[in-house]
C-alpha cells in the first residue's frame, strides 16, 4: 500500500474478513475497503443462522447503511454494464 496515502480513517467491516476483495482510492478520501456482498450474506447465513433474505435485509440496513465516515468500507455487487445499465434506468 501507498504509505502516503494510508490513514487512520479507513474501516474494516469486522467480521466479514472472508469476503474482502482489497481496497480502492476515491478523490480527497481515504482509502475504501472493498467487500464482496454475496460472500458477505454467505457468512450471515453460515455463522448467524440468518436465511438468505435475513441476510439481505441485515446487510442492507445494518451493514451498508451503517455510515462511519469517509472511511466507511463498500459492499460490491457484482454484475455485468449491461445489468447495472438496466438497473440503474429502472423505476
Known amino acids: 500500500m501507498d504509505e502516503e496515502r494510508k490513514t487512520n480513517e479507513t ?18 478520501r481515504p482509502p475504501l475497503a472493498i467487500y464482496d456482498r454475496k460472500k458477505a450474506q454467505k457468512i450471515l447465513v453460515s455463522v448467524a443462522g440468518m436465511t438468505a433474505d435475513e441476510a439481505d435485509e441485515y446487510l442492507q440496513f445494518n451493514v451498508e447503511s451503517d455510515w462511519q ?22 423505476d
Not at 69 to 90: A, D, V, Y
Open 69 to 90: 465516515g469517509e472511511g466507511t468500507p463498500l459492499f460490491l455487487n457484482r454484475c455485468t454494464m449491461e445489468q447495472f445499465i438496466k438497473w440503474s434506468q429502472s
Open 11 to 28: 474501516l474494516l467491516a469486522d467480521g466479514f474478513e472472508d469476503a474482502f476483495l482489497g481496497y480502492a482510492w476515491a478523490a480527497n
